[in-house]
T-cell receptor
């Protein structure tokens, strides 16, 4: 199966850390990604993690991968109002001679003052 | 700005009509992907082209077709449109098969079928 699940909403206060969670089902995924979508905009690639890694840090972003539980998380440190958006996790799937991304349902992050 | 361009930005049309969405990938990217984003289905992969050839197919309806031209731009054709086809259609591009697969998305075309 290729279902990717996320919680729908997350509300945090400015300056706090945000943690967005994702579970996926395809254990053969080699890459897992996080995308950000602001209102009326396209998808912005934030970061990715290779499946043989447990953690990746990129400035305020930390990605944790638990391959055994097929669980991925994105931590945003010192969350700002500009971080308010919908966050999608996506898994990379090889299919036939090509590839695709299977996206989660998206988590809407609301940052309050 | 991802470097992927899509036209038009918005499209309003009637049921039964046919439309063409256009995508220009980032310079140097050989792969083009099309995705549909709707409220009920979420983000769904439709189709992938690599250097002019179809490489992967998702849940793309038979009424929909795509192609990638020699200059690497791509078009998604939607015909016999239904109300349920109203959605945001994204194009993405990536460098090549066999490398780190970073897909960069365009701003999307919002299609409204009335």
């Amino acid at each position: 199966g290729e279902d990717v699940e996320q919680s729908l909403f997350l509300s945090v206060r400015e300056g706090d850390s945000s943690v967005i969670n994702c579970t996926y089902t395809d254990s053969s995924s080699t890459y897992l990604y996080w995308y950000k979508q602001e209102p009326g905009a396209g998808l912005q690639l934030l970061t990715y993690i290779f499946s043989n890694m447990d953690m990746k840090q990129d400035q305020r972003l930390t990605v944790l991968l638990n391959k055994k539980d097929k669980h991925l998380s994105l931590r945003i440190a010192d969350t700002q109002t500009g971080d308010s958006a919908i966050y999608f996790c996506a898994e990379f799937i090889l299919t036939g001679g090509g590839n695709k991304l299977t996206f989660g349902t998206g988590t809407q992050l609301k940052v309050e003052l | 700005d991802s470097g992927v361009t899509q036209t038009p930005k918005h499209l309003i049309t009637a049921t039964g009509q046919r439309v063409t969405l256009r995508c220009s990938p980032r310079s140097g990217d050989l792969s083009v992907y099309w995705y549909q984003q709707s409220l009920d289905q979420g983000l769904q992969f439709l189709i992938q082209y690599y250097n002019g050839e179809e490489r992967a197919k998702g849940n793309i309806l038979e009424r929909f077709s795509a192609q990638q031209f020699p200059d690497l731009h791509s078009e998604l054709n939607l015909s016999s449109l239904e109300l349920g086809d109203s959605a945001l259609y994204f194009c993405a591009s990536s460098v090549e098969i066999g490398s780190l697969y970073e897909q960069y998305f365009g701003p999307g075309t919002r299609l409204t079928v009335t």
